[in-house]
């Protein structure tokens, strides 16, 4: 079982990244995911939640409006489309997947972790 984030990068503030996350050796329509990101010397928090239809998805107040969750479950797949990026977005960030929860927004609610993704955007 394994989830890979990948589509970091470094970016100019304005600009956009897409992340991607792979599942392997889950179902992951069965899943729960979300998005986390920790930034150096503070606590990891939720960016993005998923219900695992894709038909709900809740943000976080400092991403509403400028980030997009998404999945695919036929490519087991999870997105996050980052747009209007500013410095304080720069963070590792993680994909997770749990199947007992759905759009949960605490990082204690997920078994599965990716190994993160660093994104970098400058002034």
């Known amino acids: 079982v394994q989830l890979q984030a990948s589509g970091g990068g470094l970016v100019q503030a304005g600009g956009s990244l897409r992340l991607s996350c792979t599942a392997s050796?889950?179902?992951?329509?069965?899943?729960?995911m979300a998005w986390f990101r920790q930034a150096p010397g503070k606590e990891r928090e939720s960016v993005a939640a998923i219900s695992r239809s894709g038909g709900s998805t809740s943000y976080s107040d400092s991403v509403k409006g400028r980030f997009l969750i998404s999945r695919d479950n036929a490519k087991n797949k999870l997105y996050l489309q980052m747009n209007s990026l500013v410095p304080d977005d720069t963070a590792v960030y993680y994909c997770?997947?749990?199947?007992?929860?759905?759009?949960?927004?605490?990082?204690?609610?997920?078994?599965?972790w990716g190994q993160g993704t660093q994104v970098t955007v400058s002034s």
């Open positions: 997770a997947a749990d199947w007992r929860v759905n759009l949960a927004t605490s990082s204690d609610s997920y078994e599965l």
């Open positions: 050796g889950i179902t992951a329509s069965k899943y729960g």
